[in-house]
């Protein structure tokens, strides 16, 4: 069974937060976000169609989804 996820959607999990992207495309959303002073770790999910992105630091969710709601996909 393939695991599935809403796409540029923040979420939060135990304090921290994470994105989905398509899959092969998260490297390319991590710069996209670190242009923008958003750091973030990649992690392409094993029978997935997505790959994961974990959020660094202190960040403000609602702010991270104004980036990527704005991102060029």
């Known amino acids: 069974m393939q695991a599935t996820a809403d796409l540029f959607k923040v979420y939060p999990v135990d304090g921290r937060y994470f994105v989905h992207a398509p899959a092969g495309r998260g490297e390319e959303l991590r710069l ?14 094993a ?8 959020l660094d630091g202190e ?11 704005h991102w060029e996909r």
């Open 47 to 54: 029978e997935a169609d997505f790959d994961r992105l974990e």
């Open 32 to 45: 996209h976000l670190a242009s923008h002073g958003i750091a973030a770790r990649v992690s392409e999910l």
């Open 59 to 69: 960040i403000d969710p609602v702010a991270v989804q104004v980036v990527l709601d």
